[in-house]
């Protein structure tokens, strides 16, 4: 039996190529070409974009998220995933209006895509404790010259591999190719996805090699920095951009992926501005779940009327307090990671994962309430983009409450 209601005047929806309409709680892809319209569901198969809100390439829309295609006329996936498909309705023109069929609609279908690797389980392999130094100071790799600040991570990262016995991984930002974060938040918070979008979409960014060995490996993650103009460097904030999807799962999915996870600093500079470069360091790894041992950042700096930055190298060169300082916070750190690693059974068992449900500053609606807010009926019966309900599969959240297939 079929169930029509009325789209709008056609008049007014001839007017763009494509567009989201909402009627109730159905969302719509309606696109008009050659004196045709044609309707497809406006939820994306990928984590509900509003497809209605994309564009459309030849006979495929685009979605505005993250760039899926889907056929504007039948729905289907583009060549190679015809199987994950859309909904497509049966409409008609009547009296200068466009009604659609709701009973008409053909059933969403998914086709797996591969999971990215690193959307598996985070899991703690067993074994020694690890540390990452993620190095973001930024050079001409062709001429190479001294950095303080990966001078003294190096120093930290051999302490910890010959005197801890910990394993040890160096991440240069400056080896990798990565693009800068493209505000997918900034779309809808469900945009925003895990892996990042652009890791997932990419496959020549490399900065899942910084994902893999912060998130998966590493139990101590130790940053170091040069300060630039009062600021950590413009590589630390292109990464800690990059790193929104880390702390978007723990304020949008309550998915805390950083777990007994110890973060510390090195930060140097000829000129001052340290403790406000580590509040802000402090603060991001605080918000991505990171734990701090005591003292968590050594620095060093020669004050802001200095300007003769040779001796500023000579000075870290041969500073044997500045170099036992940076072997002195790895100690640090590798104790806390020790503490955090052989007590991360203890803390299951006594409820502390419980203590992450609703972590982080913005936590401040439940998915379940986040969810309904999302599928809540338009005030109108007929509304043109709204933001899409989440159901991104590969977070597993129960699909929001719709009449769509
Ligand atoms: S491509 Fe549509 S939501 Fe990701």
Redesign the pocket.
Known sequence: MSDWIDLGPTAELSQKPLQQLVAGRNRFAVSYRDGAFHVVSGV??????P?GD?RLDGDYIV??????KFHAITGEGEPGFEEDRVPRYDSRVENGRLLVDLASATKRTKKPHPPHPLARPVVRAPGPIRVAGISTTVMDAANPRYSTSDALLETAIAHATTMLAAEGRLVKLNELHFRACEGYYSKSA??C?WPC?ITQMDPDDQLDRVYEALVHWADVILVSTPIRWGAASSLYYKMVERMNCIQNQVTIRNRVLLKNKVAAFIITGGQDNVQAVAGQMLGFFAEIGCTFPQFPYIAHSRGWSAEDMERNIAFVQKSDELHDAARALVTRAFDTAQFLVAHSEEEAMVGVRDAFVRAGRKASMSVKEELRVASAPMPSTMSSSSP?PAH?HETRLPPPASKEP
């Open positions: 994306c198969n990928h984590s509900g974009g497809l994309g979605c505005p998220w993250h760039n899926w469900q945009a996805t979008s899409a991104e």
